[in-house]
């Protein structure tokens, strides 16, 4: 399965979005990250914690922006990808949210979540094949 598949649309922010939105954005999708992307490319990715870490560090962080606060040059997997090649890049990279991309332009987000809901579809689909193959068992 292509990783596209697993993608998710993504919350977008410019570079120069303050990031009082981007928390806004946050909060109000309810998602755990905001991909910023500039002519449709991803250049960064601004995480919950990276909002919390930026009050911390600067207390009042209505002067800041996107670009101030996110981490750059985000790892990026292609659409077409295997779907299986994302837990590698997630452990490879420690990313718990990944733009998916196309030609270097984003069609989505997978996210750890999206990999574990897969697998456990797809346990569930092995054990019912399993069940139907296998003889009943009588004690």
Known sequence: ???????????????????????????????????????GRPVGVVTDRDVAMAVA?????SALDASDI????PV??????EAVELPKTMAETHARRIP????GKLIGVATLDDVVATAGEELGDIAE???????EYSP
């Open 1 to 39: 399965m292509p990783v596209e598949h697993l993608a998710v649309e993504p919350v977008v922010a410019e570079p120069d979005t303050p990031a009082v939105r981007v928390a806004e954005l946050l909060r109000n999708e309810g998602v755990g990250s905001v991909i910023v992307e500039e002519a």
């Open 57 to 61: 560090d600067h207390g009042d962080v």
């Open 70 to 73: 996110m981490t750059a040059d």
């Open 76 to 81: 990026t997997i292609e659409g077409d990808a």
């Open 100 to 103: 998916v991309v196309e030609d």
């Open 129 to 135: 094949v399993i069940e139907a193959q296998s003889p």
